[in-house]
C-alpha cells in the first residue's frame, strides 16, 4: 500500500438511480503520484464512480473525500485542482486547436498570458503543435484524444480522471495516449482512469479495482491480483465447430481449473507445456493449441464469470 494520506478516499460509497444500484457500497483509496484503475465492462459502475469522484454526481450513501474535501459541500474548490478528460470528447469545433486550451483555462482564472504559454507547452507535450492553429473538425480520433487530455491539463491539476482514455483508438493512437499518461506520471500527476482494456490497465495503473454489478470483486496491482487469483499459465484449445461439452468432459481435473467459453476452453495451470502434453494422452485432437502467460483478463473471467465482451 502507498504511504501517505490518499488524495481519493471513499468508504461504503452507494450511487442509486431510481430502483438501479449502480455502485455499491465500494472503499476505496487512491494515493499521490499513482495511476489507479477501475477496470471492469460497460455498466459496471466505473463511470458512476469517476462522476462522484468529479465531483458532477452526488453519492446516495457512504462518505467520499477527495483532496480532503467533502464534494457535497466543497465540490467548487475540488473541481478547480481535477482535471477531466471525460468518455466523449467535447472539444469545440469552432474553435482552433490552441484556442480549445486558452478558452478551457478562462474557466479556471488563468490569466490569458499565462494560458497562451500553457497551451503551446501542452501542445508540445501531446505532440500536437504542428496542428495549433488548425480546426478541431480535421483532426484525427487519436488527436482529438490527446487534445482532450491536454485540456485536462490547462489548470494544472493534482489529480487527473481519465474515463475510457483510449476507447476507438487504433493501436498506434492508443500507443501514444500511453505514453503520454505515462509521462504525466512520472511529473507526479495522479491518474485515476476506467477501462475495459486489459492490456490498458496492466500498461498503466499501479493499482486497480475490478468492478462488477457495483461491486469491487478484486483489488490489487495488475501483477498481485494474477498471482492470487489464476495460474501462472493458461493453455488456449480450440475445437472447430465441435461442441465443447465432449472434450471439456474429457479435461476434468486437468490442471487447477478449467473454464469452457463459447469458443475456446482454458485450462489453467501451472505448467502450461505439460497440460498440453496431457490433452493429447486424453484423446483429445484440438484444432488449435496455444499456451500462454496469465492476463488480467484471465483474472477478470475468473472473478466474474464473464468476458469483458459478454
Known sequence: MPAGQPLISARSLVKRFGELVAVDGIDVDVYPGEAF??????????SSTMRMIGCVSTATAGTLR???????TDGVAIRARLGVCPQQDSLDPELTVRENLTTYARYFGVPRRVARARADELLEFVQLAERADSKVDPLSGGMKRRLTI?????????IVLLDEPTTGLDPQARHLVWERLFRLKQQGVTLVLTTHYMDEAEQLCDRLVVMDNGRIV????????????????????????????????KLAGLGERVEVLPDRILVYASDGDAAAAAVH?????????????????????????RTLVD
Open 37 to 46: 484503475g477501475f477496470l471492469g465492462p460497460n455498466g459496471a459502475g466505473k
Open 218 to 249: 478484486g483489488e490489487g496491482s495488475p501483477r498481485s491480483l494474477i498471482t492470487e487469483h489464476v495460474t501462472r499459465e493458461v493453455v488456449e484449445l480450440r475445437f472447430g465447430d465441435e461442441p465443447l461439452d465432449a472434450p471439456a468432459s
Open 281 to 305: 494422452e486424453r484423446q483429445l485432437t484440438p484444432s488449435s493449441v496455444l499456451v500462454r502467460r496469465s492476463t488480467l483478463e484471465d483474472v477478470f473471467l475468473h472473478l466474474t464469470g
Open 150 to 158: 491536454a485540456r485536462a491539463l490547462v489548470n494544472e491539476p493534482q
Open 66 to 72: 477527495v483532496l480532503g474535501m467533502d464534494p457535497r
